[in-house]
């Protein structure tokens, strides 16, 4: 079977093919027949060698990917053959907070899924909503979840109130369908008219220019009758901060949902903006995978399907190419490998 390994951090050619022996499941694990991977802000960071966690030598990459059960350990009991699943972010986060002993992840400490038979444990997985295809089905582990987490791990949003987005990256895509769902009325930003049209095709109520108003937070402000964002996806950090803070309502929610990089700079506030609100900073890692169970329910119950931009091949340079364009930032929703 065909695997490509992180060899060398730094560049995209550090990606490589490699053909082994297609692995068995030891008692307790499922081998999945991976069907379609999508990237993500973290690959790229691990790919580089700025995560925040080093990668281990040779490590697969990759964290999200879907595809069916192919084979199934003597003690499983979660998962039959056929079965269609996706890995989850943090296989031994099932439930409640996460603590430090549970941040392993696919991709950088542990194998990932950017190979054509990938061994889980059968904790580590969850069955995907039968009306997604499997590209879509491999987009929902990271942006998907972290999205859903986002919205619904803090104080429950009461129908009719605002979710602020920013921007038009996959997690604020998902943020927009998920606020929607849960009744929300959502005002989303971009720098782009063309993008405007389409998130307001994914159900925004409003759409804001945050390069003609420089001072959006305000704009928001007026769009929501003085009252402000009662929840705040925020997912640029040091370059918005300011703004989300004056768009958020007397006791909005902000969640700060950044990679942290010490070579970033870091988060300032003015102590205008501190003092606009009594806001509270919330912070989400991705989400367990109770998470993904309960916004796999919503997504079945919605038929809610994820944005995938462009689907790329499972050869070298088709590989190499998806991380290239994923990086260019020219995607309005997942870049999706197809395991063939
Ligand atoms: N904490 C977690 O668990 C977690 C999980 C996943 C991801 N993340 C982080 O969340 C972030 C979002 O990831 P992503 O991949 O969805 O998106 P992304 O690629 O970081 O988002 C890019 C988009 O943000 C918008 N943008 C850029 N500068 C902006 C500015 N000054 N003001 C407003 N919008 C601006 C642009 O939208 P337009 O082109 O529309 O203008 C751009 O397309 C990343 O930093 C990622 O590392 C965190």
């Not at 692995?23 to 995560?51: F, H, Q, W």
């Not at 063309?194 to 109520?205: E, I, S, T, V, Y």
């Amino acid at each position: 079977m065909r695997t490509y390994h992180l060899e060398t951090l730094g560049t995209i050619e550090g990606v490589v093919p490699r053909e082994t022996a297609r692995p068995e499941p030891g008692p307790r694990e499922i081998l999945v027949r991976v069907r379609a991977v999508s990237l993500n802000k973290r690959d790229l960071l691990i790919m580089k060698g700025t995560y925040p966690l080093k990668a281990v030598p040779d490590v697969i990459p990759v964290s999200d990917g879907a595809g069916e059960v192919v084979a199934v350990g003597g003690e499983v009991t979660r998962f039959v053959v056929g079965d269609r699943v996706a890995g989850t972010y943090f296989p031994n986060w099932l439930d409640g907070r996460i603590t430090p002993a549970l941040l392993d992840q696919p991709g950088v400490t542990l194998d990932g899924m950017l190979t054509e038979y990938a061994r889980l444990d059968q904790e580590a997985a969850v069955r995907v909503p039968d009306h997604l295809t499997w590209e879509e089905a491999a987009c929902l582990p990271c942006a998907g979840v972290t999205a859903w987490h986002s919205l619904i791990g803090g104080e429950p949003l009461a129908p009719g109130q605002t979710v602020l987005t920013l921007g038009t990256g996959a997690l604020s895509l998902f943020a927009v369908q998920f606020a929607k769902t849960l009744g929300a009325r959502v005002v989303a930003t971009t720098s782009s008219a063309a993008r405007a049209d389409r998130l307001k095709a994914l159900g925004a109520d409003h759409v804001v220019d945050y390069v003609r108003h420089p001072a959006w937070g305000s704009v928001v402000r007026e769009l929501t009758g003085g009252r402000g964002a009662d929840l705040v996806v925020e997912t640029n950090g040091p370059d918005t901060i300011e703004q989300s803070m004056r768009a958020a309502a007397l006791y909005g929610q902000i969640v700060l949902l950044i990679t942290g990089n010490p070579r970033r700079p870091g988060i300032e506030i003015s102590h205008a903006a501190y003092a606009s609100s009594l806001a509270t900073i919330r912070r989400v890692f991705v989400g367990s995978r109770a998470h993904f169970e309960s916004m796999n329910r919503a997504l079945a119950l919605h038929g809610t399907r994820p944005v995938v931009d462009r689907v790329f091949g499972f050869g070298t340079d088709d590989v190499r190419e998806a991380f290239s364009y994923y990086e260019s930032g020219a995607a309005f929703g997942k870049v999706v490998i197809r395991v063939n």
